[in-house]
């Protein structure tokens, strides 16, 4: 069966153009042609008039938190694993109509993300692509040195590499780590490296000797350093970076993937009274200044030609799931990126984090048929993808329902 969508406005995410008189070509779940409707050899198709609507790859949450429940920033991880498990199922399936057709999970309570992606997977349940991850693996004094189900604290070389065992155990795909910490923790601020070298590179070379990816929580130079020195796959964060940093990611510029997850930041600080403390506060824990540093650091990982992602930590109450395309806005607002380079960063960049093959997050011949029909311009008006009634979402060629329930 295919199926032809013609008249669209649209964008490949192979490059910041607008095709305007664009034809999508989808035959069992791929992408056969998308280009210029002048272009199309072939013409028997089911023919859908998207009526100069704006067409465009579906988007990547590279940071995902689906276990999370949108409840205060300083409770996460405390539902039990019956609460979390069925919360987690929900927010698959928001996350799913609200454009982001694949999920890379930074951590996931318990291990929900693992049955999750096996459901989607054999299609019990709706949701995004996704790359599963476990607990949260830290150190003893660790920004996640918590009860809960959202962390496993491991000592030592060997120890480490026993709990990323474990997590390939239970089926993750990625391992993330926490490498330094957060200013809210006065035990692990940023730049106190929670691991020693030698930990974090056990942690990775027991990940890649099983095909896992790793992802990792790095706020500082020093921890990004760590990062990239050890061969960690995905680094959230990255907020502080010196020219030195800089220019160790350029080395390995072909295999990092960065996310600024600045989410977390931007709205403690504007709705930090809701949670009762005060924004003098919060600007004395130096979250005012970690805006600005990002800033900073981002522009220098755009010169540098470092590959950047969207996601940032969702699923707070703060920063509640379904927002996940405010990420874009930031981008757009704080980063001064076009709409269209912030629309890559969502696509292409995320898709390449999951298959580095390019076949998720473009439309070209061969790629996964995961696209969004947008009832508006984002290149004008990035702030329509946060609208989820003007999203039409595709997975694999088929309309994905809008009903939640």
Known sequence: MSTLFTNARLFTAESEDIIDRGVLLVEDGSVRFAGNAEDLKSSTHHVIDLGGKFLMPGMTETHAHLSFDDSSPFSIGDSSVEQATITAVGNARLMLNAGFTSAVSFGSTYAIDVALRNAINTGK???????????????????????GGLSQIADGPWAVRKAVREQRRLGVDVVKI????????????????SFTNEEVIAAVDEAHRRNLKVACHARSSAAVRQAVNAGVDFIGHANYLDDETVALLVEHRERIFIGPAIAWEVQYL?????????????????????????????????????????????GISIAPHGSYAKDLEYFVDLFSM???????????????????????????????????????DPLQDITVLQNLDKLDVYQAGSCVPKALD
Request: aromatic share 4%; net charge negative.
């Open 125 to 147: 349940i709706r949701g995004p692509r996704l790359m599963a991850a476990g607990r949260d693996l830290g150190a003893t004094a660790s920004n996640v040195d918590f009860d």
């Open 178 to 193: 926490f490498i330094d910490g957060e200013a809210i923790n006065p035990t692990n601020p940023p730049g106190e490296l």
């Open 270 to 314: 504007a709705q930090c009274e809701s949670l009762g403390i005060s924004r003098h506060t919060v600007q004395a824990q130096g979250y005012e200044a970690e805006i600005d540093a990002t800033i900073a650091s981002v522009e220098k990982l755009r010169a540098a030609g470092i590959k950047l992602v969207v996601g940032g930590d969702y």
């Open 338 to 376: 076009s709409p269209a380079e912030a629309i890559i960063c969502a696509t292409k960049n995320g898709g390449l984090m999951l298959d580095p093959a390019g076949t998720i997050g473009t439309l070209r011949s061969g790629s996964v048929a995961d696209f969004i029909v947008v009832d508006g």
